[in-house]
């Protein structure tokens, strides 16, 4: 198995940091339940009655059509959280209107 040299870590630049930002927004959009935003070329309105209408949005899990609740709302808090705490890094990669839209 391979083992994490610490010291490596000071050759990740900010931008790596930028493009996995960006790659966490664009699946975070993905899996986006309602009406489309447009921004994902592939996906559709989805799930617009249920509840009556009332329950339209959230997002998926996994991939399998259900609206799970926990996992998601942890790793959206982590990157909301993220957000908080570091707006200058969500700016200057161009993230934070991507993570106010969620």
Avoid: C
Wanted: proline fraction near 4%.
């Amino acid at each position: 198995s391979k083992s994490l040299n610490v010291s490596s870590r000071s050759s990740i630049s900010s931008s790596d940091y930028g493009t996995v930002l960006a790659q966490s927004m664009f699946f975070y959009e993905a899996q986006k339940s309602g009406p489309a935003s447009g921004k994902i070329s592939w996906r559709g309105d989805a799930t617009m009655k249920d509840g009556g209408g009332a329950l339209r949005g959230g997002f998926y899990d996994a991939g399998d059509h259900v609206k799970f609740v926990f996992p998601m709302a942890f790793t959206l808090t982590l990157l909301s959280w993220g957000a908080l705490e570091s707006p200058n890094g969500y700016s200057r990669t161009g993230q934070m209107p991507a993570i106010l839209d969620h």
